[in-house]
Each structure stands twice: as C-alpha cells, then as structure tokens.
C-alpha cells in the first residue's frame, strides 16, 4: 500500500499538536527520531517507548494488512501459507509451554491469519478460536483448517464468552492504540486466565546498535516497538501479572527472509551479503532465526 496517507512530519513543539504527538503508554510528549518509509518514529520523553502515528486510523487495518501483506512481501510475507510448515509447529510449542501453566483449554488467538499457529494449539488439546481482519486468511482458516476464525478486526470483535487464554502472536506492534487493546484483553479473558504475548524487543542488543536500521522499524505495519520492561509496564499497570518470560524459538524460510530484507534493509552492505549467501540456498530452505529481538511473556490477569 501507499504510506502517503499515513506520513507524519514531525514536531519539535509538542505542545502545539500534544495530543496527537503523545506517547500512547503514558501521554507524555515525544520526540521524533528518524524515519522509516515517509513515516516518523517518535520516542516519549518519558518512558521511552518508540511509536508511530497513523494519519488514517480508522482505515489502518483494511489499508495495511490486506491479501498484500501476506502474499506480496515488502514489511509483510512473500507467501505467509508457504511457512506452514514452521508456523504450526510454533503453536504447538506455545501450546506445551501453556500446559505447564496450566492454563485450562477455552483459548482466543488474536490476529490468528490463517489459522496455522492455532492449529498447533490446537492439535496440543485446546479449544481454540480466532480473529482475524483479512478475510482472505480467515477463509483458508475455516475452509481448510476447519478452525473457528472470525473475520473481523479485533477492535471490533464483541464475543460473549470470555476464554481461559488469549495468544497475540507479533500483533502487539500492530495496535494504533496499544492501551486500549489491553484493557480489552483484560475483558475476554476470565479471572485467573493466562494472555500469552510474542513480540519484538526495541531494548535487545541486535535492536539497540542497529539503530534505525533495525528490521522491525517498518510502518505503518508496525506502528509500536515494546521493550521488555515497556511490555511489562503496560500489563501490569492493566491489572496483568507477570508469570514467566523467555525466547521463542523461531524459522523462518529463505523466501521470506529475502523478501524482508529488500524491503526493510536495501541499501546496507551487509544485507548484501546476506543477501548474497541467501542466493545459493533454496528459496525453501528453513533457516533459525536468532530470536535476540524477539520474546514472549506470559501473564496472568488478577
Ligand atoms: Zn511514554
């Protein structure tokens, strides 16, 4: 899609245009840093977190994570059905991790796509169900996985249940208002229940030194960049708990990782070589990723 509508010029003087500028953890003025793709990645005088701003909030979700981000590349997949094979085995690690919390079995996956990292929770014995805003992927879900997947945003989602668990999977980045997502988090899940949360680290060692050129500065996909610490504030200060914490481990394969990198890294000699070396493996070929800036938390609602 076009950033055109979502560009944010930045503003030294926050206290002509505060609201909009404000940090969406702590309201407090920011201050905008570099940009990426036309649009500015701000950082909140008072707590750090980093955030970006969408001029077209109300038309986000449909403008930015349409069939295109999963199936054309740029900040999202190449082929996301073509991870398959990695991403199903990812649920059914997420799944023996949340038995050992014994978590119980009525479970929501938010931004579940295409239902692959459900259906590893699933076939680890939950009774799992999701949303998802494309209806492409929501379709493949229900037609061919045979899994229970609500095509609407999650903004908009209204069950009448509430659920033993909620996993969101690499969508925390992708809230316009990441408070608000929380707190209504905190309502779908019953007293006691378990949230499950994977997400990017902006404090890690591979984020930190890299700088802008981090890969996971990519908006508008992604409009906020958590640090552990920001993450943890953010649950408890919504009546979350911590429970445990640690580093998922995660493929990804060639294909994807040279789509992401003629995206996110085109003009820097090392993605060169890595691009280079990636060229003389099979587009196929699962690779480990390191994981140093990715991490999952368990929390626990009070
Ligand atoms: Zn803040």
């Known amino acids: 899609m076009s950033t055109a509508t979502l560009l944010k010029k930045p503003s030294q003087h926050c206290s002509t245009n505060r609201a909009a500028d404000s940090c969406p953890l702590c309201q407090q003025v920011s201050v905008p840093q570099f940009e990426k793709h036309g649009i500015w990645i701000r950082e909140c005088a008072g707590c750090g977190h980093r955030f970006a701003i969408s001029d077209a909030p109300n038309q986000h979700v449909e403008q930015v994570y349409g069939d295109d981000y999963f199936f054309s590349g740029g900040a999202g997949y190449d082929d996301y059905l073509s991870e398959a ?19 119980g079995s009525s479970l929501l996956d ?6 692959l990292i459900l259906q590893g929770l699933v076939e680890e014995g939950f ?24 095509a609407v945003a999650f903004e908009d989602f209204e069950p009448d249940t509430q659920f033993d668990i909620v996993t ?25 229940g378990l949230y499950l949360v994977e997400t990017w680290d902006a404090g ?65 000699a090392w993605a060169d070589v890595v691009r280079s070396g990636l060229a003389c493996m099979p587009a196929s070929l ?17």
């Open 110 to 115: 938010v931004g579940a796509a295409a239902g």
């Open 286 to 302: 699962n690779l480990p990723y390191p994981s140093d800036d990715l991490f999952w938390t368990l929390f626990r609602r009070n």
């Open 204 to 268: 890690s060692w591979p984020a930190r030194p890299l700088g802008s050129n981090w890969h996971e500065y990519s908006p508008p996909s992604v409009l906020q960049w958590f640090s552990r610490d920001s993450l943890k504030q953010l649950f408890e200060r919504c009546k979350f708990e911590e429970v445990a914490t640690g580093r998922p481990q995660k493929w990804i394969n060639a294909s994807h990782v040279c789509s992401l990198i003629d995206h996110k890294l085109p003009q820097t």
């Open 168 to 192: 969101v999977i690499q969508v925390m980045g992708h809230f316009i208002d990441p408070v608000a997502a929380v707190e209504k988090l905190y309502r779908l899940v019953r007293p006691g």
């Open 85 to 103: 094979e990695l991403l199903v085995p990812h649920g059914r690690r997420y799944g023996r991790l949340l038995k050992r919390h014994g978590a």
């Open 127 to 150: 009774k799992g169900c999701g949303v998802e805003p494309n209806g492409t992927m929501a379709r493949f879900a229900q037609a061919e996985l045979r899994l229970d997947v609500t």
